[in-house]
């Protein structure tokens, strides 16, 4: 594994990476460091290579040019690193006419940390019958039984591509809560694609986000959470804002909301001094300010950043 700086130890890095299909690329000049431990979400449009760069991560598609890495090796075809890495999600495809419960024995001759007892556990708390053929299950089954290898295989690197498809919002809450429990017990790297930040806004450490062709920008859920800020108000009372905010942050997106608009500011390079100045100017305004949605505060960097 990579040490970045004295402190940060990366275990996938890509350095000027292309990734596509045939002549056509997918992914160009993409650096990007995954740093060891956490939950990281990928977000992208759709089409933008999310799927195609996990493939590539899993060692299941070769990359172009420039470098990719993963525990310090190239991972295409590599079974050193294909051992410790699981992808299951959306994309993946299983053998249709073998019942859930085979294709967890499958799961346990391919990993060597494959946990049955834990997978069973996760069938269960998924009420998932692991009598069914797959091909028999419903989209939402699918994805249950995707998720149940996924983290029983308790891979160091761990995969899911668009887990959530298909569940409905009790599933989904045993996703998410059963995905941090498991990450806490045993400490791994996950890298979740989605298109529903919010969703997982409340178990993801930081987002990998990418634009058509290539990395847009990394953050710190924390870091957006403190630093990107909502502000709601009369028109004249924003413009006031925005003046008060000088060179203290940036204005990422404005918004016209019935008969209000809205702001979405970066303050994540200000000194907390500063931002308490804002809070107080926006109080005295009548602007309602709050912490950004994880999913606003995305979407407004990424169209900042394009
Ligand atoms: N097997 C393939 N052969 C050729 N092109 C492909 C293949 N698989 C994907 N592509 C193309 O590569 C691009 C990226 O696809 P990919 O599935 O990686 O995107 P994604 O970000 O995961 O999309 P989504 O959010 O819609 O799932 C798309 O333009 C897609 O059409």
């Known amino acids: 594994m990579n040490h970045n700086d004295n402190t940060v130890i990366t275990v996938i890095n890509a350095d000027d990476v292309t990734i596509g299909y045939g002549k056509t690329p997918v992914l160009t000049g993409l650096s990007v460091t995954v740093p060891d431990g956490g939950i ?9 290579g999310k799927t195609t760069l996990l493939r590539s991560i899993a060692g299941q598609h070769e990359t172009n040019g420039g470098s990719l890495t993963v525990f310090d090796a190239p991972p295409f075809d590599n079974a ?16 249709r006419t073998w019942k859930g419960r085979r294709l967890l024995e499958i799961g346990e001759a ?11 556990e996760l069938a269960e708390l998924f009420d998932l019958d692991l009598d069914k053929k797959y091909s028999e299950y419903s989209t939402g089954q699918k994805s249950m039984l995707q998720v149940v290898i996924g983290l029983a295989a308790r891979c160091p690197v761990t995969l899911l591509d668009e887990p959530y498809l298909g569940l409905d919002i009790e599933r989904r809450r045993v996703l998410y809560t059963e995905l941090r429990a498991d990450v806490e017990q045993h400490p791994r790297t996950v890298i979740l694609s989605t298109h529903q930040l919010d969703d997982a ?17 990394t953050a710190e859920v924390a870091d957006l959470n403190e630093g990107v800020l909502s502000a709601t108000g ?14 203290t942050g940036t204005v990422l997106a404005r918004e016209k909301l019935t008969g209000q ?11 907390a ?27 407004a960097l990424a169209g900042d950043a394009r």
């Open 40 to 48: 990281h979400a990928l977000v992208g449009p759709n089409g933008s």
């Open 80 to 95: 050193e690193v294909m051992d410790r890495v699981v992808l299951m999600g959306a994309d993946v495809s299983l053998p």
């Open 110 to 120: 391919r990993w060597a940390t494959f946990d049955m007892a834990r997978a069973l």
């Open 201 to 217: 806004a409340a178990v993801i450490d930081s987002v990998i986000v990418i634009g058509s062709r290539s990395l847009l920008f």
């Open 234 to 247: 009369p028109a004249f009372r924003i413009d006031a804002l925005v003046e008060a905010l000088g060179s």
């Open 261 to 271: 608009e809205r702001v979405i500011l970066d303050l994540r390079g200000a000194t």
């Open 273 to 299: 001094d500063a931002i308490d100045s804002l809070w107080t100017k926006a109080r005295e305004l009548g602007v309602r300010v709050q912490a950004a949605d994880l999913e606003d505060a995305v979407t």
